[in-house]
T-cell receptor, first 116, second 115 residues
Framework: GENVEQHPSTLSVQEGDSAVIKCTYS??????FPWYKQELGKRPQLIID?????GEKKDQRIAVTLNKTAKHFSLHITETQPEDSAVYFC???????????????FGKGTLLTVNP | DTGVSQDPRHKITKRGQNVTFRCDPI?????LYWYRQTLGQGPEFLTY????????KSRLLSDRFSAERPKGSFSTLEIQRTEQGDSAMYLC?????????????FGPGTRLLVL
């Protein structure tokens, strides 16, 4: 089955710096890669996603890049703020027999701390 | 609140007892997923439904686990004869399959502690 590796497991940055989290996946059939942010005691919330027909997607201070050949994708957060502090999970999904993406395979998460 | 809801939010039980959790998806979402999350790990897929049909179950889902979605709306996850290893956060997510694409929205989870 799919295996998603995520690095680093913890990341500490100063407010205003950039943060980069990297993930690799094993199944070349995976074609959908969402990123979720989970604050302590709260639900995972989708922050950005990318599909395999594009190489980069940006939403304000957040961007995701995808390298299908190398089977890795990354989350970039610029101008970090203390409220960005949370656990970030990457995930991968492929199409099932019904022709649509379904179950997500998650990485182990990255605890991001933004120091004021 | 029109998001995914789960009940109860917390459950403490003794080993050997049965527990049941409920998930109410976002209205009109035809897919519903159950995941389990342990401390320091990402969510792990357990099972999912499209409407009322259970389409896949993970190997993580032992015989003691059963899930239903009888009318294609809310879902229940029952764990029989709970074990300490069942202690985890049980997350539900729902999605609307459209044009072969979907986005999963998570509920707040039910945290289970088995003593």
């Amino acid at each position: 089955g799919e295996n998603v590796e995520q690095h680093p497991s913890t990341l500490s940055v100063q407010e205003g710096d950039s943060a980069v989290i990297k993930c690799t996946y094993s199944d070349s059939a995976s074609n959908y890669f969402p990123w979720y942010k989970q604050e302590l005691g709260k639900r995972p919330q989708l922050i950005i996603d990318i599909r395999s027909n594009v190489g980069e997607k940006k939403d304000q201070r957040i961007a995701v890049t995808l390298n299908k050949t190398a089977k890795h994708f990354s989350l970039h957060i610029t101008e970090t703020q203390p409220e960005d502090s949370a656990v970030y999970f990457c995930a991968a999904s492929k199409k099932g027999s019904g022709g649509s993406n379904y179950k997500l395979t998650f990485g182990k998460g990255t605890l991001l701390t933004v120091n004021p | 609140d029109t998001g995914v809801s789960q009940d109860p939010r917390h459950k403490i039980t003794k080993r050997g007892q049965n527990v049941t959790f409920r998930c109410d998806p976002i209205s009109e979402h035809n897919r519903l997923y159950w995941y389990r999350q342990t401390l320091g790990q990402g969510p792990e897929f357990l099972t999912y439904f499209q409407n009322e049909a259970q389409l896949e179950k993970s190997r993580l889902l032992s015989d003691r686990f059963s899930a239903e979605r009888p009318k294609g709306s809310f879902s229940t996850l029952e764990i029989q004869r709970t074990e300490q290893g069942d202690s985890a956060m049980y997350l539900c997510a729902s999605s609307l399959r459209e044009n072969s694409q979907e986005t999963q929205y998570f509920g707040p989870g039910t945290r289970l502690l088995v003593l």
